[in-house]
Nanobody
C-alpha cells in the first residue's frame, strides 16, 4: 500500500539547519508532484514547498524562499527538504504528501523544533 515515512526532524538552535527525508513506497514515486506541508502548534496547515516529477521545477512559500530547498531522488523514491537559517517560527510538524485521483496521501510527520 501507499506509504510515506518522514524522518530527520529534531531540536535545532536558531540559525541552524536540518534535512528532512520522506521515503515513499507502494506507488510510482517518479510519476507525482510531491509537496511538503507543515503545522505549527495551535495553527492550521501551511503549504511549504512543492516540486515536479523530475525535480526540475520547485515552488516555495514566500517565508521559506531562499532558506529551504526541496529535492528528490527518484531512484531512491525519496523526497528531501533542506532547511537552513531556521527560525523559531519554523517549529512545526512537517509532512510530505501527494495527490492522486483527487485523494491526498500523507506521511505521519516529523517534528522540527527551533529553540535556543
Amino acid at each position: 500500500q501507499v506509504q510515506l515515512v518522514e524522518s530527520g526532524g529534531g531540536l535545532v538552535q536558531p540559525g541552524g539547519s536540518l534535512r528532512l527525508s520522506c521515503e515513499a513506497s507502494g506507488f510510482t514515486f517518479s510519476n507525482y508532484y510531491m509537496t511538503w506541508v507543515r503545522q505549527a502548534p495551535g495553527k492550521g496547515l501551511e503549504w511549504v514547498s512543492e516540486l515536479n516529477r523530475g525535480g526540475s521545477s520547485t515552488y516555495y512559500a514566500d517565508s521559506m524562499e531562499g532558506r529551504f530547498t526541496i529535492s528528490r531522488d527518484n531512484a531512491k523514491n525519496t523526497l528531501y527538504l533542506q532547511m537552513n537559517s531556521l527560525k523559531p517560527e519554523d517549529t512545526a510538524v512537517y509532512y510530505c504528501k501527494f495527490i492522486v485521483a483527487l485523494r491526498d496521501y500523507w506521511g505521519q510527520g516529523t517534528q522540527v523544533t527551533v529553540s535556543s
